[in-house]
């Protein structure tokens, strides 16, 4: 890698990857020279360029890691399909809507199962929706919650 190594009034002398010294005019430079900038140099008989090497960006570091950290399972506090109709909800938030207002359904609504919602709404008057809600809060407290939290019902 070719380095600025002397800057005097208008020769800047380059150390290159050899070990040898080039000396080049102010004119040959595109850009203001500072001492230990890393450049590239272009010459033909006529001509010398040198251009001052830019620093890689992170994300053009070959071999870099590029890590993208995304929570997936929720948008929002909208649940997310996770896998055939199953949503991804909120371990504690379920567990809690299912014990105390599992009856009236809202459990259901929460994990975006509407239809059962309506259901379990319009039958609450009969305590089935009851039984079934303390049954699905047991079932719900013995899911493994992954590290966000979520279960998927």
């Not at 070990?19 to 080049?24: C, D, F, Q």
């Not at 399972?73 to 949503?87: D, E, I, L």
């Not at 207002?101 to 009851?130: A, D, E, R």
């Amino acid at each position: 890698m070719a380095k600025i190594i002397q800057i005097n009034n208008d020769i800047v002398t380059v150390g290159m990857d050899n070990g040898s010294l080039t000396e080049v005019r102010m004119c040959d430079l595109n850009f203001t020279p500072n001492v230990n900038d890393e450049v590239e140099i272009f010459q033909n008989e006529a001509k010398t360029i040198v251009s001052k090497k830019e620093a890689p960006k992170q994300n053009d570091i070959p071999g870099g890691i590029n890590i993208n950290v995304n929570n997936s399972n929720t948008v929002g506090s909208q649940p997310v399909t996770a896998t055939n109709g199953k949503k991804a909800v909120n371990k504690v938030v379920y567990c809690l809507l299912a014990f105390f207002l599992g009856g009236l359904g809202v459990h259901k609504f929460y994990s975006g199962k509407i239809g059962l919602g309506i259901l379990y709404l319009v039958f609450c008057w009969t305590y089935i929706p009851m039984i079934a809600s303390l049954i699905e809060f047991i079932m719900a407290l013995c899911k493994k919650a992954d590290d966000n939290g979520m279960i998927i019902v």
